[in-house]
């Protein structure tokens, strides 16, 4: 066994930039000119691109054999590669080329549901009620007459029922899309698969994996009820209706179906076999549990390395929510001994650009955000596109593709996945390569202004977005690097104040220039002009 280094491990601070497959760049022709979907080749041409960025690390999300209906979410062999996204051969060579550049990988992993076409579901469809093949899942008796109710009240996340009738009677549990069902992770099978998987990624050199909902692998065994809290009916004006929903906010939400002590006893195991390896090797939790108490426990010392901090994203403009953001999220891991991680954006939510209000004010919040968060302590997770300034996509009906819009009539997440655009004038502005001006376009229809926005666009111009954010990650770490000094947040009015190894961050929330005070400008996200640090605009300062 090899003893992990003593030395602070790379993702400890690392800066991780995380590419959407589908989405990132699409190398592999189907008809002479791409086939209109990223892929494995896609992501090794532009590997040179993400170094000269500045990053760390990349995660990529899932590219093993799926039906695509949560686009590879839904997982039929989690040892292969889906033919759409390349070979395995293919993820060799990513992997190899990656490490030449000094880039490290991190891989999805979906331990909580698999595809319906995963040989095991077919095998327990296939086989009758009570048998060792339906074990392996969550299959029930419903309730009411003939069993015609689902086993119980749970809704899936993607809207509807969590559970979906078989013609012979029995329902099975999917808390994600009918195309997902949930695995029985009490069934000693289903762990032992899953370190068999771990394992065949490791051994083909993957420097972590990113666990995908992390805290839903065991429900509570009784398959209960879950209690909902009844809509709140406020009376007395607005203030007293807003007292009352803080007051609903406290109360925790009760979830049988996340977060149950049994799942921490995977993560022991798991974390066993990656120190088996040499390298650092690491998981990061997608854990969206109710408390930052009950995060932490997912990174305690012989568990995860890391769990994504989610608060970011929920929080809006406003330099006193961005310092209780920052100072719960370090008080939080510091129990733990491990890092916090800093997430603005992803695939599964609006971009921050857009939620920070769209345009040029959103665009000016975005930068000051990222700005910020490059100056905190532990890792930083990027998100593809948000470095060239793309804000979320209003995707047209009929082009979009997310399982939930099929399941809610709810616009999705469909936004913030549109493809990548890196060169020429009009779509696919080089998605499918340097040629591809004329060829497929991607799966996602890209938006017909996005000309100025490509890489190859921004490129030379010191102004642009992408250069703002190569000069940030170098700033960083020529200024970070090693850096465990204390981190202070606090606001002065509408001013939010960082302080971190003798650089103050300052953050201008309000709507007014801020005097700055004397110190060096380090870097800032916009211009500053006769000593003023203009609304929606950080600085660093020594
Ligand atoms: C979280 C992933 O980020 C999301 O894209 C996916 O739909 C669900 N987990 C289900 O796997």
Redesign the pocket.
Known sequence: MTTPSTTVPWWHDAVVYQVYVRSFADGLSRDGDGDGIGDLPGITSRLPYLRDLGVDALWITPFYTSPQK?HG?DVADYTDVDPLFGSLADSDVLLETAHELGLRVIVDL?P??TSDQHVWFQAALAAAPGSPERARYLFREGRGPDGAEPPNNWQS?FGGPAWTRLPDGQWYLHL?DAS?PDLDWRNPEVGDMFEGVLRFWLDRGVDGFRV??AHGLYKEASLRDQVRPEPTKARGGKKKAKAAESMVERVLNDEPMWDQPEVHDVYRRWRKVLDSYPGDRMAVA?AWTQTAESMALFIRPDELHQAFNFGWLGTPWSAKDFAEVVTNSIAAVEAAASAPTWVLS???VIRHPTRYGGGPVGLARGRAATLTMLALPGSAYLYQGEELGLEQVDVPPEARQDPSWFRTGEPG?DGCRVPLPWSGSAPPYGFGGPDSSTGSQPWIPQPTDWADLTVEAQQGDESSMLAFYRRALAARREIFSGADETTVATTRGKLLVVRRAGVTVLVNTSKYPKVLPDGEVLISSGPIIDGLLPPDTAVWLR
């Open positions: 949560d979410y979906v909580n549901h996340i994600f997902q995908d909902v997608e992803n695939h599964d997440r």
